[in-house]
């Protein structure tokens, strides 16, 4: 079946780094976008960024440009994110979702269940 | 960036009763190439992630329940529960994909009175 999978929970000090992966499985790869959406203990929902897994092009939220890097693994259909210089409040659950293929402008059909990522 | 203000930030409504949620975008979402609003609801449930339930402000996904429905056009979008059921409670999001960053509303919390 369609779905997203994600790898498992982080505890990560301070200026550490943390990759999060997402493995796709029951559709094709390269036909789909994957954007990553992050949510703080009782908050909403945040927008990190999108990337392309056809060409790896990537839109990325100014807020987190030089910090984040998205990348892709058509070998395995596996999406990557990758966040640094770890401060306490990104400490939240990291989504990864299924968008367009081309561009970020497209809605987020299936998710992964989410990585909890803690930063102390 | 585009504002995405959601309201009420919760409500609580009897079962089989009808629930309104409204979210208002500080600029237009209508994408004059497609013609389409590039508005999407979404349910979560605690300890799920988000659910897609209405993408073009409109469209239901498949698979999710008749009793829900997306309106609303430029600025202003609505998502209705006709009748709602108890495995409704959940937070709802609304999100614009129109620009980048993609924005989401703040969330309107539904319970059973």
């Known amino acids: 079946q369609v779905q997203l999978v994600q790898s498992g929970a982080e505890l990560k000090t301070p200026g550490a780094s943390v990759k999060v992966s997402c493995k796709a499985s029951g559709f094709t790869f390269t036909s789909y976008g994957f954007t990553w959406v992050r949510q703080a203990p009782g908050q909403g929902l945040e927008w990190m960024g999108w990337?392309?897994?056809?060409?790896?092009?990537?839109n990325y939220a100014q807020k987190f440009q030089g910090r984040v890097t998205m990348t892709t693994d058509t070998s395995t259909n596996t999406a990557y994110m990758e966040l640094m210089s770890l401060r306490s409040d990104d400490t939240a659950v990291y989504y990864c979702?299924?968008?367009?293929?081309?561009?970020?402008?497209?809605?987020?059909?299936?998710w992964g269940k989410g990585t909890t990522v803690t930063v102390s | 960036d585009i504002v995405m203000t959601q309201s009420p930030d919760s409500l609580a409504v009897s079962l089989g009763e009808r629930a309104t949620i409204n979210c208002k975008s500080s600029q237009s979402v209508l994408y004059s190439s497609n013609n389409k609003h590039h508005l999407a609801w979404y349910q979560q449930k605690p300890g799920q992630p988000p659910k897609l339930l209405i993408y073009w402000a409109s469209t239901r996904e498949p698979g999710v329940p008749d009793r829900f429905s997306g309106s609303g056009s430029g600025t202003d979008f609505t998502l209705t529960i006709s009748s709602l059921q108890a495995e409704d409670v959940a937070v709802y999001y609304c999100?614009?994909?129109?620009?980048?960053?993609?924005?989401f509303g703040g969330g309107t919390k539904v319970e059973i009175k």
């Open positions: 990337i392309s897994a056809r060409n790896a092009n990537t």
């Open positions: 979702a299924r968008g367009g293929r081309d561009h970020c402008y497209y809605h987020m059909d299936v």
């Open positions: 999100h614009q994909y129109y620009s980048s960053p993609l924005t």
